[in-house]
């Protein structure tokens, strides 16, 4: 057991309520789209929480490790493997590090809904380029830099009815107070311009292949993404 702790850990069981708690896995048709056929891949879930996106990765054949630096939320995910048994490994670590986890080892990573959570990206995506096999993949999911950065808002466009979204502060990068967001997350995200994201990922070695930037449910993101995928491959100079 180490000290490490994640801002989850006093949120957990609320957090796990909310998402997945029967432990049925992730229902995602974007990612579905973007992972492919798994049978028979070992994938590495970078900060899995609770293990829902774990769950998903196992149903479509991948040999899965979970990653998280939350054990309130691994404890919850091994329970959920326990009554539901997919072969899941969980470690109780540093997305930042990935101690533990060996060198080219994984046909790909999975980072879902976590990057934002994460405060240094840049030792996170060498350490996700570091246990991924050369040509392996990573795919990353994190609320659109361009349409939800630390200033954003919404509102209705009086001469055709229609929502509207406004975005502010795009350029101030790092920890901010995100006041707006759901109660069962911390309230401390870490903004990046896309610029950044897309620098780091190739500085890292992982070559951006894909980009997804799936349409919404709600009328204000009809207009504008509020979710953007990068799937990228390890290339070696
Ligand atoms: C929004 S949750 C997403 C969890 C999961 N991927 C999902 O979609 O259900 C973000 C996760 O990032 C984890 N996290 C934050 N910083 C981390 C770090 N440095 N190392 C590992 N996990 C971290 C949190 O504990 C939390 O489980």
Redesign the pocket.
């Known amino acids: 057991m180490t000290n490490?702790r994640?801002?989850?850990?006093d949120l957990a069981d609320a957090?796990h309520a909310t998402?997945?708690p029967d432990g049925g896995g992730?229902t995602d048709p974007t990612l579905d789209e973007l992972l492919g056929d798994l049978h028979g891949r070992r994938v590495a879930?970078?900060?899995?929480?609770?293990?829902?996106?774990t769950r998903r990765l196992a149903d479509l054949g991948a040999t899965v490790v979970g990653?998280?630096?939350?054990e309130t939320?691994l404890a919850h995910a091994r329970r959920l493997e326990q009554d539901s048994p997919r072969g899941i490994e969980y470690v109780h670590?540093?997305?930042?590090r990935l101690d533990g986890l060996d060198d080219a080892s994984y046909d790909g990573a999975l980072?879902?809904?976590?990057l934002m959570?994460?405060?240094e990206l840049e030792p996170?995506l060498r350490s996700v380029a570091r246990i991924l096999k050369p040509g392996g993949w990573f795919i990353a999911s994190i609320v659109h830099p361009c349409t939800k950065p630390p200033a954003h808002g919404e509102f209705m466009d009086h001469t055709t009815g229609e929502a509207r979204r406004v975005t502010g502060r795009y350029f101030e990068e790092g920890p901010y107070d995100s006041v707006t967001r759901w109660e069962i997350?911390p309230r401390v995200s870490y903004h990046r311009t896309l610029s950044t994201y897309v620098n780091t990922l190739v500085a890292a070695g992982l070559a951006v292949e894909r980009l997804a930037e799936p349409v919404g449910d709600r009328p204000v993101w009809r207009e504008a993404p509020g979710l953007l995928y990068l799937r990228c491959r390890r290339v070696d100079s």
């Open positions: 490490l994640s801002p989850y850990d957090y998402v997945d992730l879930s970078i900060a899995c929480g609770q293990g829902r996106d990653v998280d630096a939350s939320l670590g540093d997305a930042q980072c879902y809904m976590a959570d994460i405060p996170a997350l």
